[in-house]
């Protein structure tokens, strides 16, 4: 009874989280805050709704597992929580059952992060069971393997799911021996080779205090989370011991891949050079890629390509900015007999937008949308310190959050001009491809 009681709260002050989004970013003033013992956080203090929530981010991530170990962060973020100090899995997991706590772990290929939400007055025990996690985690046998052939049937499906296929392969191309080559999730061959130490190994290289960022929102003063982070962080140490990555940028000459599969529709991946996300050209690029294919229904190539000839379901492109070395990418499904025209129809928008631009209505419709939709990101304490992580992760000062639509009004048609001639240059996509495409 205890387990729903808490589960009802939680779920019911949610709802009212919802509802006063609006009013909280536009009052919240994000501060930062040291410690007594001098670990620093983003915080913003809400105490209008009893919720704590906390992102963690330690730069790093899967580019550093090695070809051999690909998948050991993505391994170590699914185990992490899976017993920690005196509490097996059952324990551990049952403890946060119990007091509707949600702590989590996750890889990406360039930092590897927790999060942490819970109802405020059982903040102590969050807290507590998350220093336990990144402190002293168990990786247990019984559910590093579970967990491992979960991993690997997961994989197992990708191998024959066209989209997985596509994008894996497009990075394999794309990189070449570089970090970014390898999958986050690993390979069957290199999740099977990772052991109970490389686990132990990898945490302790990769959670330390100089290579974190932390970010806090929710009913709590700064005297109370002071003690909590130190409680909860400096039992980590002070340095971390990471390699470093090359910078790169994907291969700059035209490549076509096909990976055969008999099935009655192609999918295909293309993309190029793109923008890291401290490049002074990115938000130009930015409103440049809602108008050429991240505007959905709005953008050209779903105008071109589906509206006007009915050639894909759905067609996309976004920026992939990645710490070393900016992508874009993009990807449609067509049946094999169109493959080729579909790729001729996305090189020819990336041809026309090169050289004539955008007009002054697209324009203006981008700036729109993109400063009208972002409040809807902001509608959860754990989505704002999330973005409040990503921030630090950037670069990005604590005003963005306030400054972040006048950045997107000013990009001029000029910028546009400029990036598109930088970026969108069709004689250098890199195409892969899954089916049997005819007409490349």
């Known amino acids: 009874m205890k387990r729903i009681s808490a589960n009802a709260s939680l779920s019911a002050v949610i ?99 927790g999060s ?10 969050a807290f507590r069971l998350f220093d336990l996690a990144i402190t002293d985690p168990q990786f247990a046998e019984e559910p590093v393997e579970r967990i491992r052939s979960q991993i690997l049937v997961s994989l197992s499906r990708k191998l024959s799911n066209p989209n997985s296929l596509a ?33 132990g190994s990898f945490k302790n290289r990769q959670i330390a205090r100089d290579n974190m960022v932390i970010s806090v929102i929710g009913d709590i003063d700064e005297k109370a989370l002071g003690a909590l982070l130190d409680k909860t962080f400096l039992g980590i140490p002070e340095k971390s011991n990471l390699p470093e990555i090359p910078g790169v940028q994907p291969v700059q000459q035209p490549i076509v891949e096909v990976i055969d599969q008999d099935i009655p529709q192609s999918v295909v991946v293309f993309g190029g050079q793109g923008l890291k996300r401290d490049d002074p050209d990115y938000y130009a690029a930015y409103v440049l890629n809602y108008i050429l ?72 419709s981008a700036k729109t949308y993109l400063n009208g939709s972002f409040p809807l990101r902001l509608s959860s304490n754990s989505r704002i310190a999330n973005i409040m992580v990503s921030m630090q992760l950037n670069d990005l000062p604590m005003t ?28 250098k996509l890199i195409i892969t491809v899954v089916g049997k495409p005819e007409g490349l």
């Not at 794309?174 to 099977?192: I, V």
């Not at 049946?335 to 020819?348: E, T």
């Not at 963005?400 to 004689?427: G, H």
């Open 293 to 364: 294919g991240g505007g959905g229904f709005e953008s050209r190539l779903t105008e071109e390509i589906r509206e006007k000839r009915g050639l894909v379901y759905s067609i996309y492109s976004y920026l992939y900015p990645l710490k070393q070395g900016g992508i874009q990418l993009g990807g449609f499904g067509t049946s094999n007999a169109s493959v080729g025209q579909a790729v001729d129809l996305v090189k020819a928008e990336l041809r026309k937008i090169r050289e004539k631009g955008v007009t002054e209505e697209e324009l203006a």
């Open 167 to 199: 994008g894996r392969a497009w990075f394999d191309v794309a990189f070449p021996g570089h970090p970014y080559s390898n999958p986050t999730e690993g390979t069957l061959e290199s999740m099977k080779a990772i052991t109970r130490e490389d686990l």
């Open 15 to 113: 709802i009212l989280v919802c509802s006063v989004f609006a009013s909280l970013v536009s009052a919240a003033e994000i501060r930062k805050i040291v410690s007594p013992g001098g670990v620093a956080a983003w915080f913003v203090e809400e105490r209008s709704i009893p919720i704590l929530s906390m992102e963690v981010a330690w730069k790093g991530g899967a580019s550093l597992d090695g070809t051999e170990k690909a998948g050991l962060a993505h391994l170590a973020a699914s185990t992490m929580d899976e017993g920690a100090g005196d509490l097996d899995s059952r324990a551990f997991q049952g403890r946060l059952s119990e007091l509707a706590i949600s702590l989590s772990f996750d890889a990406s290929k360039d930092a590897f992060s």
């Open 116 to 125: 942490l939400k819970t109802l405020s007055e059982n903040k102590a025990e």
């Open 400 to 427: 963005y959050l306030k400054e972040r639509a006048d950045l997107i009004s000013a990009v001029t048609l000029k910028d546009i001009q400029r990036v598109a001639e930088r970026l969108m240059d069709p004689d």
